[in-house]
């Protein structure tokens, strides 16, 4: 269990779903967790679960401002930032005729320019101290059409272009920063549930159900993680599927 000790990792969205299980497991691997969330009481009941290793700074990823803040904090309280998850995200299901272009730009402001933000505030700090690691969550959405969720489409092809123009300008210039994207097909975390209601749990679990496309939180924190560690160093500007081969199977 020490497959990041010593990393500092910054984690947006981690009051809950796959952002808490990610601060989790890097705590659990011998690393620190910068437990960063709108959120500020659970995430500061996150934190506190998690007990000296983690630490929590409110962030609204929407916020320019708030994200340098938010790093300069997490620096101040741990000295470095190694590793950065941009989780946080909103997901809707409108169609393109039904997407207001209110809701179009709310979605992008979040999902799109936060991811943006966090790459280029993280770089600045990363690249000071010998380089790090950066996970994007995408989705298959953006890797095939849906005919809903057009707005959190177009955000997460946004989110996975820019992954790959991250890593291809951290290794142009010798950054040794790493930039991957995670994209998996349905996660029963609290948003779903929110949008989809309730899902069995049966559903999730392979042992149960061998086809199934929706997964755990801790499915996706573990590929998280992979990426995050020097196990997966010469992976760089890839597209991660968790989806148990759904986007390939689909005829």
């Avoid at 803040?69 to 909103?90: Q, S």
Wanted: hydrophobic share 40%; charged share 20%; proline share 2%.
């Amino acid at each position: 269990m020490d497959r990041v000790v010593g990393k500092v990792v910054f984690i947006t969205g981690a009051a809950s779903g796959v952002g808490r299980e990610t601060a989790r497991k890097v705590v659990e691997n011998g690393g620190k967790a910068v437990v960063a969330d709108v959120n500020e009481e659970a995430g500061r009941a996150v934190a506190e679960e998690l007990g000296a290793a983690a630490h929590f700074v409110k962030l609204d990823v929407s916020d320019d401002a708030n994200w340098q803040t938010a790093l300069a904090a997490a620096v101040d309280h741990f000295g470095r930032i190694d590793g950065l998850v941009n989780n946080a995200g909103i997901c809707r299901t409108e169609s393109i005729e039904d997407t207001t272009l209110e809701l179009f730009r709310k979605t992008m402001q979040i999902n799109a320019e936060g991811t943006f933000l966090g790459c280029k505030y993280g770089i600045a700090h990363m690249k000071q101290t010998g380089g790090g690691a950066i996970v994007n969550l995408s989705s298959t959405a953006a890797l095939v059409g849906h005919s809903g969720m057009a707005a959190y489409t177009a955000s997460k092809g946004a989110v996975t272009a820019l992954t790959r123009n991250v890593a291809t300008n951290c290794r142009q210039k010798g950054y040794r920063i790493r930039c991957n994207s995670v994209h998996p097909a349905g996660i029963r975390t609290p948003m779903t549930v929110d949008i989809f209601g309730d899902i069995d749990p049966t559903l999730t679990n392979l042992d149960d159900n061998p086809q199934s496309s929706i997964c755990e939180p801790g499915d996706v924190a573990s590929v998280i993680l992979f990426l995050l560690s020097d196990e997966s160093r010469f992976i760089n500007g890839a597209e991660l599927r968790v989806d148990n081969a759904f986007l390939i199977s689909i005829a």
